[in-house]
C-alpha cells in the first residue's frame, strides 16, 4: 500500500482479548455494589433485566449513530424491580465503575502487539478507535495494558457521543490523527462497525480474524453487528506478520524492556 501515512485501531479483539468470565465478573460486581447501597437483588433475573436494557439502548443509540452508557441500562434495569434510580445517580455511578473494573483484570493483549506497534510507530502516525462506552474504564485499560504512548491519537466513542460504524466518529479520529482518510488504514475485527464503517468513511480497511482464527475465547459485544465476512473486497490478516506483508514493511527488530 503506498501513500499510507497513518495506520488506525480497533480496540477489543483487534489488540485485546476480554475472556468470557470477565462479563460474569463485572455483573457480579456491579450487583454486589447495588447490594452493598440497600438495593435487594437477584442476580440472574438483575443479569437478564440488565442483558435486555443493554441491547435496548444499543439498538436505540444505533439508529442515530450514538454511543449509549451502561448507566442508562442500569436504571432501567433496576425499574423493572421496581426500584428508580436515576442514570446520573451516583450510586449508579459506582456501580458502573465497579462493573468495568473487572475489564482491567480480564483483558489481555494479543501476542506481539506491543512489538508491533514500536516496528509501526517509526513509520506511521498510529491511532486508536474504540467503541467503548465508558470512558474513564478505557483510559484506565488502555494504562495499564501500557499502550497511550505508542498513540498519536486515542478516540473513545463513550467520549465523543458517536460511535462505529457512524462516520462523524472516523471523521473527528481523522481530525485528530491530523491526515486524510484515503491515507489511513484501520484495523478492526468488526465486519460492520470497523469494516463496512470505516471504508464509507473513506479509509482502507483492514479486516483481523486473528481471534477467531485461533479459537481464542473472547467477548463478543452485544452491539456487535453480523459477524460474517465483510466482503472479499477487503483484505484480511491473521498475524501482525501480515499486517507488515500488507503496508510492505518489513519489521524492524523491536527493542522492548
Ligand atoms: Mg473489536
Redesign the pocket.
Known sequence: MNDIKAVGF?????LITVSPECVTEAMVRLTDTLRAEGIELEFESFRKAHRSAAVHFFKEAKAEGRETHNRFWISRALSEFGCTVAPDDPLIGRGVDAYFSSFFEYSRLIPGTKEMLKSLKGSYRLGLL??FTHAPAADILLERLGLPGFFDHVVISGRVGYCKPDRRVFDLFLEGMGVKADEVVFV???PD??VKGASNAGLKPVWTTYVTDNNLPHVV?VA?GPQGDPGKEFPRISSWDDLFALLGKRPSAPELP
Open positions: 480497533d480496540l477489543f479483539n483487534t474504540s467503541n478492526g475485527d468488526d462497525a470497523d459485544s456487535a
